[in-house]
């Protein structure tokens, strides 16, 4: 009375068998949900740091003051010397 494992694979598609229109539409129907349930629960925001350095380097550009491209130059240099002092012996 049972249903065997042949009638399962049976009606199952095959491994790697292309998307129908349905599982496609259901799909992007879960992404846009959870994106829009995602939007008003989350309260903050990401704001990368790059996005403003260039800014900045547009901003030198135009005005001729502000900060340059060798801004990252200490901030990059102390850290590096700091690790070869501390780990190479």
């Not at 790059?50 to 900060?67: D, I, K, N």
């Amino acid at each position: 009375m049972g249903v065997s494992l042949a009638d399962v694979n049976k009606s199952r598609p095959a491994h790697g068998a292309a998307l129908t229109t349905r599982d496609a539409a259901v799909m992007l129907l879960g992404c846009f949900m959870f994106r829009t349930v995602n939007a008003f629960l989350v309260r903050t925001y990401f704001n990368a740091d790059e996005y403003w350095q260039a800014l900045e380097v547009a901003h030198r550009m135009v005005f001729g003051y502000g900060q340059g491209l060798n801004q990252g130059l200490t901030a990059t240099v102390i850290p590096l010397s700091a690790y070869v002092e501390l780990v190479c012996p």
